[in-house]
C-alpha cells in the first residue's frame, strides 16, 4: 500500500537553470520519521526541497504525499527557509510573522482572529520566544529568528515538516530547543525532513539519511549508512577536488 | 492666507488639491509594497510604460485609462518573459522593455501632431485638472485601497516570504500581475498632478521616509500616505505662490521630509545612529 507513506518519491529527476541537478531519487518515508538530507555543497539538497513543495518543475518521476500529489495535499506541509533567503529588514515583528502561518486556513479576504493570536502565542511559547513577541525581526539574533521560523510552521500544525539548514549559524541552546520539538512532533506521528550540513552530529539526530550528491548516494537507517561508508562516497569528490587545487 | 483664500475661491484648485491629495495617499500605499518587494526600477519602468498606450488611446478615442493598463501590463509581461526565458536579469529586461515602450510612446505622441500635450503628459500640470481627470483619479483611488484592503493579508505574505506563500497554494505569480495593474493605474491617477517622469518619485520616496520611521507595516502605509499627502498639499502651495512646476515642487517637498527623516528618525537617522556609535566608544 503506497498510501501508508507520508512521503514516497519515485525517479525524481530534476534539471536547474537546464543543467541535471539531480537523478533517481527513490525513497519512502513512514509517518513519524526524522530524516536528515546531507551531502557537498552544490549536491542538489535545496534543489530536492524545492521539487518536492513544487516550485520548479520536476523532469521525471513523481512524489505522493500520503498517496496523493502536492498540490492536493500542500495543506499537511509546512516549510522552514533558509535564514538567508528572509528579509530581515521588514517591517514585521514576531508575532506578527508567526500569524502568517495561520493564513493557509484562513480564506481570501479573511484576518486573523484573537483565536488564531492566542494559537500563535501558544506556539511562540513553545519555542521559549513570547516574550519577544513584539520585537521587530531584525533586532533578534540568529537562533532566535530560525526558532520564530519554527514557530511559525508549528502555527501551521502540518504533518510534514520541511526544514533547509535550520542550524546554520545560530546557538547550541536554539539548536537543542529546536531539536527537542522536532523529536516531539516526531513522537506525535509528524513527519520531519532536515536538510543538515553538519556531519558530526548526524547519528544523533537522525533516524534515517538520505544522502545526494547529484543523486541518490544513499539512504536508509542513519547507523547502515554510515557504516556503509556511503557518507564519504559523496564528499569524496569534493575531497578530492580540493587537494587538487592545494596542489596546484 | 493667499493660498486659502484661492482655493475658497477657484474651483480649479479645488479640483487640484482634491487630485493632489489622492494622489499622494495612493502612491504612498502601493509604494510600500513596491520598495518592500525590491521593485522601485519596476516602479520606474511600469509609470513610463503607460506612455504608448495613453497614445494610442487618443488616437482611437477611447478612454485613456483602457490603454494606459494595457500597455503597463504587456511591458510588466514582457519583462518577465525575457527574464524568466534567458539569462538576461530582471534589473537588465526592465531597462530594455521599458525604455522601448517609452520611445515607442514619444514617437506615436509626435505623429499625432494633435493637442494632446507631450510635455503635460511627462511632467503633469495640476492646475489644468479638468473634472473628468478628477473623478476619474478619485474613482481609481477608491478602487486601490479597496484592494489593498482586501487583500492586505496576501500582500504582506507575498512581498515577505514569497515562497511560503507559494508553497501554501497562493498565486504568486497572478498578485505580482494584480500588484503591477494597480500600479498603471496609480500611474494614470498621477499623470495630472506630477506627469509620467516623476511618478516614482510620489511611489517611493514617502514610502522610503515611512520605512526609516516604523518597524510595522500597517503604520507605514499609514504613514506613507501622510507624508505623500502633505508633500502633495505643500507643493501645490509653492507651486501656486511662486509659480512654479508642480510635479516638480512636489517631488522636492517629498525630497525634503525623506531627508529630514534620513538624518533625525528616532532610530534608523543617522545623527541617533551616530550618537550611538559614540557612546558605545566612550563607555568601552
Redesign the interface.
Known sequence: MEDMYALNIQDLSVSYHGKPALRTINIAVLPGSLVGIIGPNGAGKSTFIKAL???IPKDNGSVRIFGKTF?EQ??L?A?V?QRN???WD????VL??VL?GT??S?G?????KQADKARALACLKKVGMEDYHDR?IGELSGGQQQRVFLARALV?EPEILLLDEPFVGIDILSEENMMNILRDLKSAGKTILVVHHDLSKVDTYFEQLLVLNKKQIGYGDVKEVVRNGVINQAYLGQLSIFEKAEVM | MAFIEAVIQYGFLQKALLTSVMVGIICGIIGCFII?RGMALMGDAISHAVLPGVAISYMLGINFLIGAVLSGIITAIGIGFVSQNSRIKNDISIGIMFTAAFALGIILITLMKSSTDLYHILFGNVLAVRPSDMWITLGIGTFVLLSIF?????F??T???S??A????LPVRLIHYFLMTLLTLVTVASLQTVGIILVVAMLITPAATA?LL????S??LFLSAGIGTLASIAGLYFSFTYNLASGATIVLVATFFFLLAFFFSPRQGLIHKFIKKSRAETSR
Open positions: 513543495l513544487d516550485l498540490s500542500r495543506q506541509v516549510y527557509p533567503n528572509i528579509d521588514f517591517p514585521i515583528n506578527e510573522t502568517l493564513y493557509p484562513l481570501i479576504f479573511k484576518r486573523p521587530q501551521q | 518592500l482586501l487583500l492586505y493579508k496576501e504582506l505574505v512581498s515577505f516570504d515562497t511560503m507559494e508553497v501554501y497554494g520605512y516604523t518597524d510595522r507595516l503604520t507605514m
